[in-house]
């Protein structure tokens, strides 16, 4: 495949490229599935690939972070941001979530000018509430009010299992306030490192030259090869085989969690992406579930870490996207077993 690009087109493409802004046909893919998939609005020239969204989100908090800036985030969020954020001086200002996602009252009590909100809308990291559509409306007025950026993290939402799916947030701004950050990480895998991000046109120089200081450039063949996989049809497909696959091993944790657990259990977001949040009436404290788990072979994640005020949560991530069914049944009745002092 890369062997036919090039003598499609010529042996420049492995020099350094000349297009900061990534692959170009590569962007042009991305624009059309963002179209099809997510209600994004933009052209391919507002696209930058980058090295995964943790890159998108270290380019945005470099360029658009001041000293004391104050940047709005999600309580409990995304550890990976918050960490960014931080080190390029932010003031953080936590933002509760409820079962809908962010609860926008707390923004319009703020006094302080905020800068930036960061916010994962179509799944909640880790809580996995849907932002339901009023709520964008109200936010996207509130920013534009407010002169605040909004950073959309779409990050998974690819997997939705009920419900319609939600016009992204990109998709509804008229203003220009939505900086959109997406991934390759959850739809095909990690390891791949390419993200997008889609800015307003004005904004496209600054990033695609912060991009090139950075690091140049994202590795080509990959760009290449993914190019292919999406225009082949061949990432829409797996896409949808993927979500049939992950609603059976999600129904299975659901079902496995509350056969065990009965009502000591509150199972949390479990209507999109690839782990559910598990809240226990246990008398337990989360390091002692996790060591628990752990010694059964369950790994789990607390929650109590996403928080910005550390404590005792006894709220649980439960990844399920890379586990058998039959994994799952056997793990959660370990875990019960452990955790319920069960013969
Ligand atoms: C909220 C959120 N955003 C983004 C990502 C993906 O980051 P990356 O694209 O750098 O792999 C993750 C991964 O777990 C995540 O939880």
């Not at 339901?132 to 407010?146: G, Y």
């Not at 609603?247 to 479990?270: M, S, W, Y």
């Not at 999109?272 to 390091?287: C, P, Y």
């Amino acid at each position: 495949l890369v062997a036919r690009h090039y003598r499609a087109t010529s042996f420049t493409a492995l020099d350094y490229s000349s297009d900061l802004l990534g692959y170009q046909p590569l962007r042009a893919a991305i624009a059309g599935y963002l179209a099809r998939a997510r209600a994004v609005n933009c052209n391919h020239d507002q696209i930058i690939i980058v090295n995964g969204s943790q890159q998108a989100l270290d380019l945005i908090a470099r360029l658009l972070i001041d000293q004391d800036d104050c940047v709005a985030i999600e309580d409990p969020g995304y550890l990976g941001a918050r960490r960014i954020f931080l080190s390029n001086g932010a003031k953080l200002l936590p933002l509760s979530v409820d079962e809908n996602g962010v609860v926008l009252e707390q923004l319009y009590n703020l006094t302080d000018q905020i800068k930036l909100i960061y916010l994962t809308p179509s799944h909640q990291f880790p809580t996995g509430a849907v932002l339901p559509l009023s709520r964008r409306l109200a936010l996207l007025d509130w920013a534009e009010q407010h002169g605040a950026m909004i950073i959309e993290d779409d990050y998974d939402s690819e997997y939705r299992y009920s419900g319609r799916p939600i016009p992204s947030l990109q998709g509804l701004d008229r203003n220009g306030a939505v900086i959109y950050a997406g991934t390759f990480s959850k739809v095909m895998f990690p390891a791949l490192r390419i993200g997008y991000l889609v800015v307003a046109p004005e904004m496209v120089d600054l990033f695609a030259h912060s991009k090139w200081l950075s690091d140049r450039q994202t590795p080509i063949l990959e760009q290449i090869v993914l190019t292919d996989f999406i225009n082949s049809g061949q990432l829409e497909r797996h896409i949808r085989r993927m979500r049939t696959l992950y609603d059976r091993r999600r129904e299975t944790l659901v079902r496995a969690l509350q056969n065990h657990f009965k009502d000591l259990v509150t199972i949390i977001g479990e209507s999109a992406g690839i782990h559910l949040m598990a809240r226990f009436e246990l008398k337990l404290k989360d390091l002692e579930v996790i060591e628990r788990a752990s010694s059964v072979g369950v790994e789990l994640i607390a929650a109590g870490q996403q928080y910005l005020k550390k404590g005792d949560y006894r709220e649980f991530i439960f990844g399920y996207a890379n586990l058998s069914e039959y994994k799952i049944q056997t793990g959660i009745k370990r875990l019960a077993k452990v955790l319920l002092n069960k013969d």
